[in-house]
Every structure is written in structure tokens, then in C-alpha cells.
């Protein structure tokens, strides 16, 4: 397969080489950089000790990527109109295309290896920089071909046989277009903006793609009528010529439907051909320029923490002042704002805990707008007069769940030694705080953004609720961080796989906090007896945290290495 792609490559010379990019060194780069990665294990299956796991693996992920495919193929169907059914697929073919990138492409542009390996050698940037983008496009493409599979099957059924090249043009087309697309944007962006403020700028990229992605998966089918969908009339709307799902649809409509073909869909078409060549051409003459001179910069910076502004400094000035207020203990205090630096600059943190902001709501609206034979507006409807609000506020504790799930570990936790090495004779102040930090940070603004949707839609008598499911999502917080939390803020190595007493546990944890939901989802029918629960509720929080607070060294688990 790979001699394959670079087979494919050499199609492209007289094009790269317009471009200033020597052909043979990137045919070396480019076989170098394919046989080290067959060398190299799949990290996503690393944490499996037994062989014969490890060689199955690649075969589920494959299995799992043609049943996607085979799903995503059905929109295909979609014949009635023109441009319809392929014009979605594509749509969201590359979607996914652009979220595979998205997540596995920043490491691979930023990697500052190829500055000490390559370019001290005469090397150009412009090879440099083609290297790396077509080593993802191969990667890529691998990937593209297991998830188009089903498509090519489908498309013989519906315009014959011959319709299987041609389809198998229109994925490379849609491939390149991804690629084209999230590389354009990424050069652009590293030309305009500081190291540090590109890395933010793509963490948080990441994050809001992978929340449109999750959320469009669950609620788009239940939003949209698939009906509707085989009457519209794509070309109708002035923007669609600009969609590039339009474009690759075009060929298909021209070669296979002459009926309803024009000089419009011609042109389009042939934009489909023109366009991933033209920003090929734009990324090596442009873009490719300075940009291993903006590489090394990245590299030298540093990877999780960013220098402080005037804006910054403001920031730690009022979290001195909240973390006098809320953790007055030196010990406590020290915990409170560890974790609330920490949290805030790590990368690795912030791309593992904040997607399970967006995910919530999406959840909900995915279970209370599941009615079946009802319009959108019955669900609505019937969504404002029942009481399902309490599953969202409950569904809040999920979040504090996520982000004491990583509140422990790091990459660089052998830094986690200063807490070893001072006189600490009460490390459970130190997790006190932590877990302080994490309520004000995170749960505590959360909850109150959800209180305030939920009150704004369901009145002021949801106002009890909220509170009641508050006060009983910190204990079952406290639950967590005693049985599943063992290690102070930051201090122990990322773990791919949990053990199974920790399983079991935290499968306990959450049918307590489901049974005490449904007593309160029971009983919130008596408003006084609501606000009455508060009370004793709160009292056991109280107690619960304070002897959390007591925890001593031989409860905390340290790292081997330390």
C-alpha cells in the first residue's frame, strides 16, 4: 500500500517541483518517514500486555471504520434530486476527514524533530514542509479508503458499475480537499499569532470541533426528517456553489445523470479538479516559506505554560485573593492554587476535561427530544412541562466526575517529587484544596450556568431543585476523590486503563448518585420538603469533606519512579 501512495506521489512531480520542492529528497523523506511508522506500535492499544490483542487490534479499528463507513453510505440513497445524496456524504465524509486531522495532525506539523534531522542537511522548506503534508495525506488516505469501502459497493447499485472509479476519484478528491483545507488554516494561523497563542488557539480548535462533531452526530438525526432531505433543491441556494462537497458531487451528476447536467455542473466539477492542486500550490510557494523558522520558535517555547500578560497577572491577582478567602490552611491554600494554575495552563488537561462540558447538554437533548411520531415543536413542548431538568443538574456531577479523573495526572508528573520532599505531615489539606479549586473552577460555574438555563425555561420553582442536586453532586464528588482519587494534584503518570476494583467502585459511586436522583426526581413534587432536604444534605457534604481532608500518606498513591 505505501509503495502504492508513493507511486501516486511521483504523478505530482512536475507540479512540486514548479513550486521550488525537490522531487527525490521528498521521495526519500517521504519512504523514511512510512517505514518508521510501521515500525512503531499503535499507542491507542499500548496498555494491552497480551500479543495476540495487540495484532487484533488494528483489525477491530479497521471493522469499526467500515461500519461507519457503511452508515454514512446509506445517505447515498438519496437520489430523488440532484447533487442530494452525495452532496451529504461528502459533507460529512469530510467532517470526519478534518476531525482525524484535527486530532492527530498538530504533533505531527509542530514536531520540531525534523529540524535537527533534516534541515541541517540541504534540505529547502518547501520539501520540508511538503513532506510532512503528504505524509499525513498518506496517513490519511489509508484511513479515507477503509471508510469509503461501502460507499464504492452502494454507488455500483445505484449508477452501475462504472460509478466505482469514478467514486473512488471523488474520495481523493474529498481527502485532499480536507488535508488542503485544515493545512491552510494551521499555516495561516502559525504566520499571524505568537507560538504560544497557536497552541491555545488549536487546543481549543480541537475541542470545540470534537463537541460540533459529537453533538451533530447525536441530535442532527433527530432534528432533521430524512424525507425532507429527498426534495431539497441544492443548487438553489447561491452558497452551495462555494461548498466543495458540492463540487465533488458535480462529476457524478455530469458523467452518469445527463439529463439534469449543464455548463454549471460542468464547472464545478472541473473545480474539484483545479482546486486541491491550486492549494497545493498556495502551501508550497506561499505558505511553506519561514515556516520552519516559525517551527523552531514552537520548539524552543515551552509546551504547557504560557508567560503572563497584564491581563494574566490580573487573573492571579484575584486567584490570591479567592484562594485566601475559600482555603485559608497554608497547606490547603498551596493545593487551591496548584490546581487552579495547573488546570488552567495544561494542554493535556484542558483537551481531556473540557470536551465533557459540551457532551452534557448534548446528552440531555439527545434523551428528553428522542420522542418518536412528534414534531420537534411537541418535544419542545413536552420537554417545558415535565421535570426532566433534573437529569440535566445531576448530569452536572459528570463533569466534576471528568475532572477529578485527571486532576492527578501528568505527563511530567516526576516534578510531583517537591511534595515529597517538605515536611507535609497532613497531605489531606493539600487534596482539600484541590478538590476546593476544582468546585470553584469548574463545577460551581457550571452548575450555575445550568441553573440559570434551567430556571430561565422550567421558572423559579426549579430554584430547590437546583440546589438540592448540587448540594448531592458534591457528595458524590467527595465519593470520588476518596475512593477513586489517590493521588495529590498533577503527581502520578497518565494511565490508559483503569483496574477493575476502581470499575467497580465507580460503578457503585454512580448508582448512588442515580438512586438519591430518582428519590429527589420522586419526592420534588412537595416544594417544602425540597427545600427542608437541603439542609441535612448539606450537613453530610460538610462532613464528608471534612474527613476527606484527614487523609494521610499511606492513602495516596505515588509514582514508582518518584
Known sequence: ?????????????????????????????????????????????????????????????????????FFVGL????????????????????????????????????????????????????????????????YVLRLAL?????????????????????????ILEATFLSILFVNVVYLVIMRFVSPQRFKDIISYIQIGFSILIFGTYYLLPRLINVSILENVSILSHWFSYLLPPVWITALNELLFHHA??????????????????????????????GFNRKLSVIATSDSNSTPLSTKKEKRAGLLHTISNVIARDPLENAGFKITWKLSTRLREFKMKVYPAFGYLPIYFLYFTLNGKGESMAERWENLKNGHSYIALIYMCAFVLSAVLGQVSMSEKYKAAWVYYSTPVTEPGKILSGMYKAILVVYFLPYCLLMGIIIVA?????????????????????????????????????????????????????????????AGHYFLM??????????????????????????????SIEIADDL
Do not use: C
Open 146 to 170: 477503509l471508510q469509503g469501502a461501502p460507499g464504492l459497493v452502494m454507488i455500483a447499485f445505484i449508477d452501475g458499475p462504472l460509478a466505482i472509479p469514478v467514486f473512488f476519484i471523488q
Open 457 to 517: 425555561i422550567w421558572g423559579p420553582a426549579a430554584i430547590n431543585d437546583v440546589i438540592l442536586a448540587i448540594t448531592i453532586s458534591m457528595i458524590y464528588g467527595v465519593l470520588v476523590a476518596l475512593f477513586m482519587v489517590k493521588g495529590l494534584p498533577f503527581s502520578k503518570p497518565v494511565v490508559l486503563k483503569q483496574g477493575g476494583g476502581k470499575f467497580i467502585v465507580s460503578l457503585t459511586v454512580m448508582l448512588f448518585l442515580g438512586g438519591i436522583g
Open 75 to 138: 445517505v447515498l440513497f438519496l437520489d430523488k434530486m440532484p447533487y442530494v445524496g452525495q452532496t451529504f456524504y461528502f459533507s460529512i465524509f469530510m467532517v470526519l476527514m478534518s476531525l482525524t486531522l484535527i486530532s492527530d495532525f498538530t504533533n505531527v506539523l509542530i514536531d520540531a524533530r525534523d529540524q535537527f534531522i533534516i534541515l541541517p542537511r540541504p534540505v529547502n522548506d518547501r520539501t520540508v514542509t511538503m513532506s510532512r503534508i503528504l505524509h499525513i495525506s498518506i
Open 1 to 69: 500500500m505505501d509503495r502504492i501512495f508513493l507511486r501516486f506521489v511521483t504523478f505530482l512531480n512536475p507540479v512540486l517541483a514548479g513550486t521550488g520542492v525537490d522531487t527525490h529528497q521528498l521521495y526519500e523523506i517521504l519512504k523514511v518517514k512510512l517505514i518508521i511508522d510501521n515500525r512503531r506500535p499503535k499507542t491507542m492499544f499500548a496498555a494491552r500486555k497480551n500479543a495476540q490483542n495487540r495484532q487484533r487490534s488494528p483489525w477491530m479499528i479497521t471493522f469499526f471504520t467500515v461500519l461507519m463507513g
Open 260 to 289: 439534469r447536467s449543464n455548463l454549471v455542473t460542468g464547472l464545478l466539477a472541473i473545480a474539484g479538479f483545479t482546486v486541491p492542486l491550486a492549494g497545493l500550490w498556495l502551501v508550497a510557494k506561499v505558505l511553506a516559506p
Open 525 to 554: 413534587r412537595w416544594e417544602n420538603v425540597i427545600w427542608i432536604m437541603i439542609v441535612p444534605f448539606a450537613a453530610i457534604a460538610w462532613l464528608m469533606f471534612h474527613y476527606y481532608k484527614k487523609q494521610s500518606w499511606e
